[in-house]
């Protein structure tokens, strides 16, 4: 019996058996008459619903905050025992690789002085001598190609509420970068200048006034950002937070330049958006029956989610292309498939699932106007548990976030994930040639609750 044939209308957490959930929220200082349970419309299962609020309750009881920024080998000692580079999406191997992501590895070969030359590069890679891994299996997430290599600096999330930390590399810029597949000598000269002075320096301000991101993102909803295609407000918020902690320790030229290049970076907190998304859903990790999402990515081959009562299982499909607009000069003919870690961000409610909040990206995209932006965020609701209490929409009369991605809901209501992306270039070396939205598999999801019938 479905479990809208028992009980009709919205549910408030309290009224489903949740109490020491409605405690939880409360003693973070959440209004549990904010948090409503909407009742799926699939069977109904006891111990899955029990399995979700769980899983529910801890994305929404996190504390992440920004902490510092360390040497990958430093976090990540597998990258300093052996020749690993870490990529985007879920495990692939060389021979399958897209065009963006083997340039892109070829420039990290070459920048990590294990070859020459991008020719060598290839080869190296090619050999079977170089190690790859997801970002994901060691705690991390990279835009688009995602490459993490030994010697880059990492923006580390600290989650407070639960003790782990996650993850990714800081944002490269605008224009031909690595994490579109750049890789010739002018990716790989600020990649350098990032590792040996911006790096750094950010680290040592964030060891000195660290950043609570949850007020921060909220504020940058009421400002315009949903924090996956735009982040102008939320960057500008990160500069005035750490700017006096920053002059305190550089000089006047390293601070000219890095006041510079996040001013000049409208994406500069995609990257900490993206490590906070992480450490906010890896606690979810093994809930055993949870049905919730805790990551979506996508490697320009494959596309795969991991759900929390599955651990760390990938459920993987042939990824989708992005459907959007183009640089001029460029066309849908040009597109590589969709790639990254970071739709991480939808997966927490954010990016495409906060359209509403960001209707000028909605046209950015080619997904329509604010009416579409409207309608995504309300189709997004339909396929996740709740809405976030801290993270309010205005233009949604300030509800919340549609928050906790549930497999069977996708499954039941036909609705995929819609995710905002840029789009890469097919061919290696050339970059960003458009953005758009795209739209995660739904074979991924069925084949996530067909595991749960497995023993």
Request: net charge neutral; proline share 6%; hydrophobic share 50%.
């Amino acid at each position: 019996m479905a479990i809208d044939a028992l009980l009709a209308g919205p549910l408030r957490v309290v009224n489903i058996g949740l109490e020491g959930f409605a405690r939880d929220l409360a003693a973070n200082g959440a209004a549990v008459a904010q948090v409503d349970w909407s009742p799926p419309r699939f069977p109904f299962d006891e111990k899955i619903e029990q399995a979700n609020a769980e899983a529910l309750r801890r994305i929404l009881a996190a504390e992440p905050v920004l902490a510092d920024v360390r040497r990958a080998g430093e976090l990540i000692p597998q990258l300093d025992a052996a020749r690993l580079i870490l990529h985007a999406g879920p495990p692939i191997g060389w021979e399958r690789m897209c065009g963006p992501l083997r340039g892109a590895i070829g420039g990290a070969i070459v920048f990590e002085g294990w070859a020459r030359d991008l020719a060598a590069a290839e080869t190296l890679a090619a050999s079977g001598a170089i190690e790859f891994a997801p970002n994901h299996h060691f705690g991390a997430v990279g835009p688009m190609t995602g490459i993490t290599t030994r010697s880059m600096p990492l923006l580390v999330v600290e989650n407070r509420a639960f003790g782990n930390t996650a993850f990714c590399a800081i944002n490269e810029g605008l224009g031909k970068v690595m994490r579109f597949g750049g890789n010739d000598a002018e990716v790989l000269a600020r990649l350098a200048w990032l590792r040996d002075e911006f790096g750094p320096l950010f680290g040592k301000a964030l060891r000195q006034s660290q950043l609570a991101l949850n007020p921060l993102i909220a504020r940058g909803l009421a400002m315009g950002d949903e924090m996956h295609q735009r982040n102008v407000a939320c960057t500008s918020l990160l500069l005035r937070s750490l700017a006096s902690s920053l002059a305190g320790v550089g000089d006047s030229n390293s601070l000219s330049r890095a006041f510079s290049f996040i001013a000049a970076n409208d994406q500069f907190f995609l990257n900490v958006a993206m490590a906070m998304g992480k450490s906010i859903l890896d606690p979810a990790r093994g809930i055993e029956r949870s049905t919730i999402v805790t990551a979506m990515a996508r490697n320009g081959t494959d596309f795969g989610i991991r759900v929390a009562g599955r651990g760390d299982e990938w459920f993987s499909a042939p990824v989708e292309m992005p459907h959007g607009l183009y640089f001029p000069g460029f066309s849908a003919a040009d597109a590589n498939p969709d790639m990254g870690d970071s739709a991480i961000l939808e997966a927490i409610g954010l990016g495409a699932f906060s359209m509403a909040a960001a209707p000028a990206v909605a046209g950015f995209v080619g997904a329509g106007g604010f009416g579409d932006a409207l309608a995504t965020t309300r189709a997004m609701s339909e396929i996740a548990v709740a809405r976030h209490p801290q993270w309010k929409i205005p233009a949604l009369e300030f509800a919340g976030a549609p928050v906790g991605i549930d497999a069977r809901r996708v499954v039941e209501t036909g609705i995929a994930p819609a995710i905002n992306t840029g789009i890469a270039h097919r061919r290696a070396g050339v970059g960003q040639v458009g953005a758009g939205v795209a739209r995660a598999p739904l074979a991924c999801f069925e084949k996530a609750l067909l595991a749960f019938a497995r023993p």
